[in-house]
């Protein structure tokens, strides 16, 4: 640590300005200096609530960093930077945090619509172990506006900081019956846990609040009457839940048609999408427009990437890369996530991750979950038991039939599985700030012999599918 800082630091804690202040005149380079977690002085006392040392020492430096002027409120410094670095909206501080979510967590209003104006992600979290998204820096310093001012933006209510905490729960700990409102008209999903299995309904009944209890039990009550949305693309997928599904009404809709019903008793809409992303996403928007779904779930069959997988294996989608949106680069594809500029010196990170909460549903649901055996007619060798499987889910607009390409995927990516349709309805889903889960069954090794395995394992493969999402559905 630089000679002098540690005693800055104390002078800056302890709210001494003047003390503060004298250590900067003589060694003014202790305003740049950071301190063992990152933080400069200047933060520091914003972190601290010191806001006369933070004051004094914003005018003592000559050019405030974007991160401070942000804790501190300074809108033209903030402005100033931006326009020369429009770049540095999403950047990080060495502390980890970044300047939308220290606009936030300091109540800086004006700074926020600034930041939101300029394009800041509403969603961006934490590179330091928090993962505090901005929502819950709004609702952590219980400012109303700046939360609606996120949400107006397009923010997700359900974001999930470290050990999964969500900004309802927040909003709930601190008794915040206008933020709990707020937050639940939005989509907060009251019954969504964290970590340690606590939910918004029951810290709610632990703390015996009545209020807040009566609106969050409204709202799950709101919530559990919506359906969810079931896709599959082809008949020999969709067909496995005919005997499961009671059919209410039939709509059509662009070609498409669309069964609304109860899938084992719960509110569903069905629909075979056909092959295809631009299908799959299609039909991912209409279920959430025309039918106001609450989740989206994918069955059916893919061809295995991973070479430790078989035919039958069903592998549940903990990321969804589309594997064939990007650059092409000396004859190779750089992948990029969708709708972004696909060239050098943009972001190039990819995939849609599953929810957290929902991931820790999916597993516990399928804990101990044996499926039938496959006879050795449906596996192309022997009979065997499938395994299940969370992991990588690849989707691009060709079917895989050359093994050089399968190995390329699973070397680049570590996919276990590979399709045509799980990620469009991931990009879908993720617009919509709604969940999306995806599972498929391998009904071939997605090689060279994988337009000969296809016809003859899809109706088997697809049954182990279709049995583990209904175990799923049941349980989200």
């Known amino acids: ?53 933070a004051k004094a020492l914003a005018a003592a430096k000559p050019a405030m960093t974007l991160f401070e002027a942000c804790a501190v409120g300074d809108r033209a410094r903030v402005a100033a930077i931006l326009d020369a670095e429009p770049g540095s909206i999403g950047s990080y501080a060495p502390d980890g945090f970044f300047p939308l979510g220290l606009a936030c967590y300091f109540g800086r209003a004006e700074l926020v619509d600034l930041l939101l104006a300029r394009g800041a992600d509403p969603d961006q979290a934490a590179s330091n172990p928090t993962q505090v998204r901005p929502l819950h820096a709004g609702t952590a310093g219980r400012n109303v506006g700046i939360v609606r001012a996120l949400l107006a933006h397009g923010a997700n209510p359900n974001v999930r900081q470290q050990r999964g905490f969500t900004p309802l729960q927040a909003a709930v700990q601190h008794a915040q019956a206008e933020m709990v409102e707020l937050l639940l008209e939005h989509g907060a999903d009251p019954t969504l846990g964290s970590d340690d299995g606590q939910t918004p309904l029951s810290m709610a009944e632990a703390s015996g609040d009545r209020k807040l209890l009566a609106l969050l039990k409204a709202a799950a009550a709101k919530a559990a009457a919506r359906p969810f949305g079931l896709i599959c693309a082809i008949p020999e997928e969709i067909g496995h839940f005919g005997a499961h599904f009671q059919e209410v009404e039939t709509r059509v809709i662009g070609g498409f048609t669309f069964r609304r019903g109860l899938l084992d008793g719960r509110p569903a809409v069905m629909v075979e999408a056909g092959i295809g992303k631009v299908n799959a996403a299609t039909v991912a928007t209409l279920l959430l427009e025309r039918f106001e779904c609450r989740l989206l779930l994918f069955s059916g069959v893919a061809g295995g990437v991973d070479p430790a997988l078989k035919v039958g294996d069903v592998v549940v989608g903990t990321r969804l890369v589309q594997h064939d949106y990007g650059a092409m680069v000396s004859g190779r594809m750089k992948t990029y996530q969708p709708g972004a500029v696909p060239l050098p010196g943009f972001d190039d990170s990819h995939g849609y991750p599953l929810d957290g909460g929902l991931e820790a549903k999916a597993r516990a649901a399928l804990k101990g979950l044996e499926l039938p055996e496959l006879p050795a007619e449906a ?41 045509m349709e799980g990620a469009a309805v991931a990009q879908v889903a993720a617009r919509f700030k709604v969940p999306c889960l995806v599972v498929r069954s391998l009904s071939d090794l997605a090689g060279a012999e994988s337009h000969m395995d296809f016809p003859a394992f899809c109706h088997a493969a697809a049954a182990g599918a279709a049995q583990l999402l209904r175990k799923l559905a049941a349980a989200v």
């Open 1 to 53: 640590m630089m000679a002098g800082l540690g005693d800055l630091l104390k002078s800056v804690v302890a709210g001494d300005a003047e003390a503060a202040l004298a250590l900067v005149r003589t060694q003014p380079e202790l305003l740049d200096a950071q301190g063992p977690n990152g933080a400069t002085a200047i933060l520091t006392a914003v972190y601290y609530r010191q806001d006369a040392v």
């Open 379 to 419: 596996t192309g060798g022997e009979a065997r038991r499938p395994a299940i499987h969370f992991g990588t889910i690849l989707t691009g607009d060709q079917f895989l039939n050359c093994e050089a390409t399968r190995q390329r995927l699973f070397q680049e990516f570590g996919a276990q599985a590979v399709e």
